[in-house]
């Protein structure tokens, strides 16, 4: 952790189809060996398959399953006394958003369908109806916090 001074955060320009910040991370988080523009095809030909799936605003089934998929506790490994413990914490909104990124983007590439753009869009819907395997993390890693709930007074 710095001693000096705040470490300033880096300011993320709005998407330019749908002028949002959190679509412009979710971008940057797809996005591999720096070809953005990939990405952006990838995740605004998703958005159109979701919108004659769903007949709503692509965005809005974005804002709602990244919220869906969004952790709200997690376990922290800590040595005390020389054994470890899975200690339950609270994550961040900054932490619980990279997480549900990270799950989304992860479990997507893991399907079956043909193109990422298909399985990006799939994983999407899935997470929008609370379904899916971004959806099944969330409730592990709620339970894993559940079941080590007796470990919370090492929290610091």
Not at 33 to 61: H, M, Q, R
Request: glycine letters at 4%; zero cysteines; hydrophobic letters at 40%.
């Amino acid at each position: 952790m710095a001693r000096r001074r705040k470490i300033l955060e880096r300011v993320v320009f709005s998407d330019p189809k749908y002028a949002d910040t959190n679509l412009s991370k979710f971008i940057n988080t797809v996005m591999k060996d720096g070809k953005k523009s990939l990405a952006e095809n990838i995740i605004y030909e998703a958005f159109e398959i979701i919108a004659k799936k769903t007949d709503e605003p692509p965005i809005e089934v974005f804002n709602q399953a990244v919220e869906n998929v969004k952790p709200l506790i997690k376990v922290v490994s800590r040595r005390i006394g020389g054994s470890n413990y899975q200690v339950p914490t609270e994550v961040t909104p900054k932490n619980a958003q990279a997480l549900a990124f990270r799950w989304i983007i992860s479990f997507a590439r893991k399907r079956a369908e043909k193109t990422m753009v298909e399985r990006l869009a799939g994983e999407l819907l899935s997470a929008y109806n609370k379904e899916g395997a971004s959806i099944r993390r969330r409730e592990d890693v709620h339970k894993m916090a559940e079941a080590n709930k007796a470990f919370a007074h090492f929290r610091f």
